[in-house]
């Protein structure tokens, strides 16, 4: 598997693009965050120099993040970013990222619950297409805690089972693919039988994170996570079973976000952060 390093999802500063290659490079890594959410809005030239640093430094860009919730927008604004979004591709699919990811609502406030889970599908049909003309994927991720979901008047998707529903009401699949959370899974109450069948789409990425210990399945906060395997809640090494019983070689990120990181602890967390990853996917892990 491919270890990446994404300090947003270490929740540390990430805006220093050098430093992310050179912490990357310095500690082992195979790959870096490809800064979609800011190079997406940026002068060509900056990822240009971005994936050319990484290249030198013998590391690849891992999977980009879509920058906003397609249903909160209006449509102007939806095809704005869509426009921006289909111009950004070839461009960072030549420095080597054909992978995206976008995160789905596990609800939403909308009167109209039947035109909102309508007008979000059809916005991810709209992604998809574009990323399929450059052999890319499009990589969606359901929302597992029931205080994420809580918040909302309206239900709709927070598991694997309930994403793959949605998606069947789609004309076409090319194009899309799946992100697999340790956090998600453990929140959703599911087990490894219940992400054993992904009904055709590849994993495109996967996040590893720990439950927080004294803290019930139940009230587990979106924002609050241990480090991979600090905690010992999650069975991490059945969740890598089941990625490995696909096939799965792709792009792997520690994701223990925390309100308790501060910025110094940086280069320890960073290496902190590979070592959990080395211990659940190196061959022979268990």
């Not at 082992?28 to 990484?54: C, I, K, N, Q, T």
């Not at 709209?126 to 029931?146: H, I, S, W």
């Not at 194009?175 to 959370?181: A, E, K, S």
């Not at 395997?229 to 070689?249: A, K, M, N, W, Y």
């Amino acid at each position: 598997m491919q270890l990446v390093l994404s300090l947003g999802k270490l929740s540390l500063p990430d805006d220093d693009l050098p430093r992310t290659v050179s912490l990357a490079a310095r500690h082992g890594f195979d790959a870096v965050d490809p800064m979609s959410h800011r190079l997406m809005f940026a002068p060509h030239a900056e990822l240009e120099e971005y994936a050319a640093s990484a290249r030198a430094h013998g590391l690849s860009l891992g999977v980009a993040t879509f920058p906003v919730q397609p249903a909160n927008l209006t449509n102007t604004e939806f095809d704005e970013i869509l426009g921006r979004f289909t111009e950004f591709l070839p461009r960072l699919a030549e420095a080597g990222c054909c992978s995206w990811s976008l995160w789905i609502p596990p609800g939403h406030d909308d009167a109209d619950a039947n035109g909102w889970r309508n007008l979000l599908l059809q916005r991810i049909d709209a992604l998809r297409r574009p990323l399929a003309d450059v052999g890319g994927v499009l990589g969606l991720e359901y929302v597992g805690p029931a205080t994420f979901r809580r918040q909302f008047q309206h239900p709709f998707v927070w598991t694997l089972s309930g994403l793959l529903d949605a998606l069947e009401t789609l004309p076409e699949h090319d194009g899309l693919g799946l992100i697999l959370d340790s956090f998600h899974w453990y929140t959703a109450g599911e087990t490894a039988t219940d992400i054993a069948d992904l009904r055709g789409l590849p994993i495109v990425a996967a996040d590893l994170s720990d439950a927080v210990a004294g803290v019930d399945r139940e009230s587990q906060l979106d924002g609050e996570r241990e480090m991979p395997g600090d905690s010992g809640i999650i069975d991490l090494p059945g969740f890598i079973d089941v990625l490995r019983s696909h096939e799965f070689t792709g792009p792997v990120q520690a994701e223990p976000f925390s309100s308790r990181v501060i910025p110094d602890d940086l280069e320890d967390r960073v290496e902190a952060a590979l070592v959990s990853l080395h211990r659940f996917t190196d061959p022979g892990s268990r």
